[in-house]
T-cell receptor, first 113, second 112 residues
């Protein structure tokens, strides 16, 4: 199994550009998450989803959008990129249920210049 | 929503000493508290977790304790080794069990 796969691994964006960070999992997990990790800081929840067609905001949703049309995929859309969105983005998934482990992707390092 | 606070933000210990990291949470209905380790440049990985109906759990050199009344839980690492150097995150899932919120992280440095 590949687990949780994120693409791309690195990306440089210019201010005002848009892009989509891809996340796919092959474990048939119901729950999926997007986090951002600023340098030397913790993991802040952007959006999460408990199943196809269901998404909810986390702590820092402004400037981002998500969709969940399938169980496997949970893309994160950045519109009008700003320098404050420079960060490492992690996607994670859990099987569902209260006591399940989260598995993380390898991360996407995004720089907005 | 759930809020998780973690202390200290950095911790330096001598090899062989113990390390303790403490977290508090806000949602009294939270029922699952995992701990993740993130080595430099890597993704976070689960090292231990505890459910709300358990007060303590051990796995070799690591242990986690939970005080539901005070809404805090702690990670204990004994006989620290250089490979324990990493960033550690606590987390809580909130009442519904689906929203996974992390603390701010603790950077642990084990000095040989």
């Amino acid at each position: 199994n590949a687990g949780v796969t994120q693409t791309p691994k690195f990306r440089i964006l210019k201010i005002g550009q848009s892009m989509t960070l891809q996340c796919a999992q092959d474990m048939n997990h119901n729950y999926m998450y997007w986090y951002r990790q600023d340098p030397g800081m913790g993991l802040k929840l952007i959006y999460y989803s408990v199943g196809a067609g269901i998404t909810d905001k986390g702590e820092v949703p402004n400037g981002y959008n998500v969709s969940r049309s399938t169980t496997e995929d949970f893309p994160l859309r950045l519109e009008l990129a700003a320098p404050s969105q420079t960060s490492v983005y992690f996607c994670a998934s859990r099987k569902g249920g209260a006591y399940t482990e989260a598995f993380f992707g390898q991360g996407t390092r995004l720089t907005v210049v | 929503g759930e809020n998780v606070e973690q202390h200290p933000s950095t911790l330096s210990v001598q090899e062989g000493d113990s390390a303790v990291i403490k977290c508090t949470y806000s949602d009294s209905a939270s029922n699952y508290f995992p701990w993740y380790k993130q080595e430099l440049g890597k993704r976070p990985q689960l090292i231990i977790d505890i459910r709300s109906n358990v007060g303590e759990k051990k796995d070799q050199r690591i242990a986690v304790t939970l005080n539901k009344t005070a809404k805090h839980f702690s990670l204990h690492i004994t006989e620290t080794q250089p490979e324990d150097s990493a960033v550690y995150f606590c987390a809580a899932t909130g009442a519904a069990g689906n929203k996974l919120t992390f603390g701010g992280g603790t950077r642990v440095l084990v000095k040989p």
